[in-house]
């Protein structure tokens, strides 16, 4: 008998098998919506000239090399990170009370930061709260760390807009001290974010139940296409007073996908404790990675702490979240002009690389399967995935697919 033969089989990863499917799909027809990356309107990746920019400099650098980076990670990066989410005049920096480790990318933020609170978290029983839907390996990361994991409301399925109501509700009526998963802007994988006046709403009942909020921030500067309106969240709950984690990824807004470059913020009270904290965030770090990966932490400083390659950037961002705003009205005027059963107004809504369409399981195999249409189960499509060559494409199938069913 193997040593293994009483491993369960894991059930498969929803995005990892649509990436399967369509990789063996040769149709000349194919679309695939469901790849969480930026692509030009050729359906090609996009290389970010500012980071072509910072990989010239370092490849031409005599004094670059490949030694291993500190524990906490690469100073220029981490510094660089926290004024990019908490603003540059940011009084909890100012104050020494935020300590940032650098992780591999937002995934490797949250599985840290999941860890750290099932050793530290008060109350022991607190359980962690991810929104319905969220992305879907939130779950999977908290459970492996030992949480329990329940859900609250977030997106009304009729309106396909934000349940704010039923969101404030479990709030309220979640026992005292509990871990709310929060998504900073883009929501994935609804693209429905709370307004400023509900995030406000949302600070306040937290702060009346003593809630930890944990956000999740993998889109800043792509949703809205301006860095400071899409960490206004996070800003807003640090100035609050609440103590919190913050996990953040480069991996969209510099395009650094497969470079794993992100970080862990930790926002303290008090600078007193910050010994403490970044001690075991380090001890973490070191069990799980020993040391962080240098390359793509490399090119993701050298343009954060440049300010003419900063200033590109933010332009790049900007011309990135102005196409996919370009593709989500294309798509939602031309299933009007189609006279598409159902309201589509929520498409051009939504903000963010995704869009929850809205369409049900059954439309979703008949468009992958009759159509070589991709996008996840749950209807959710990358709109960056959309441009000029493809978006007719796109409307009619789905329109002969909502009309037959």
Request: aromatic share 10%; proline share 4%; net charge negative.
């Amino acid at each position: 008998m193997s040593y293994f033969s009483t491993v369960p089989q894991a059930p498969p990863d929803g995005i990892l098998k649509l990436s399967v499917l369509s990789r063996a799909d040769s149709d000349p027809s194919k679309v695939d919506l469901g790849v969480g990356a930026y692509r030009d309107d050729n359906g090609k990746p996009w290389v970010l000239p500012v980071v072509r920019e910072a990989e010239r400099r370092l490849n031409e650098d005599p004094n670059y090399n490949h030694e291993y980076m500190g524990v906490g990670g690469l100073p220029a990066l981490t510094d660089g990170a926290q004024q990019l989410i908490f603003g540059s005049n940011s009084p909890a920096i100012g104050q020494g009370r935020v300590y940032t480790i650098q992780t591999i990318s937002g995934t490797g933020a949250n599985m840290v930061a999941a860890v750290f609170l099932k050793q530290f978290k008060r109350p022991a029983d607190a359980a962690v709260y991810i929104s319905k839907p969220t992305w879907g390996n939130h779950r999977s990361i908290f459970e492996t760390a030992g949480h329990e994991v329940r859900e609250y409301k977030y997106c009304n399925y009729k309106t396909l807009t934000l349940d704010i109501d039923g969101m404030l509700d479990d709030m309220r009526s979640a026992p005292e001290g509990q871990i709310f998963v929060l998504h900073a802007c883009a929501h994935n994988p609804t693209g429905i974010d709370p307004t400023e006046e509900q995030w406000q709403q949302i600070a306040d009942v937290m702060s009346e139940r003593g809630h930890f909020p944990f956000f999740d921030c993998a889109y800043q500067g792509f949703a809205t296409g301006d860095v400071d309106r899409d960490a206004y969240a996070i800003r807003l709950f640090v100035d609050r007073g609440f103590e919190l984690l913050v996990a953040e990824s480069f991996a969209k807004n510099m395009g650094l996908y497969g470079e794993r470059t992100g970080c862990l913020h930790a926002v303290c009270q008090s600078s007193d404790v910050i010994p403490q904290v970044s001690s075991q965030l380090n001890r973490l770090s070191r069990a799980t990675i020993s040391t962080a990966s240098a390359y793509g932490a490399k090119i993701a400083a050298t343009v954060l702490q440049d300010p003419r390659l900063y200033e590109e950037w933010l332009q790049a961002m900007q011309d990135m979240s102005q196409r996919i705003k370009t593709m989500r009205d294309a798509l939602r005027d031309k299933l009007v002009a189609l006279g598409t059963p159902g309201s589509w107004d929520h498409v051009s809504q939504q903000i963010g690389m995704f869009s929850f369409t809205g369409l049900s399981k059954l439309q979703v195999d008949t468009l992958r399967n009759q159509y070589h249409l991709y996008m996840t189960d749950d209807g959710r499509i990358s709109v960056a995935g959309l441009n000029s060559h493809n978006i007719d494409y796109v409307a009619q199938s789905i329109d002969a697919v909502v009309r037959s069913s």
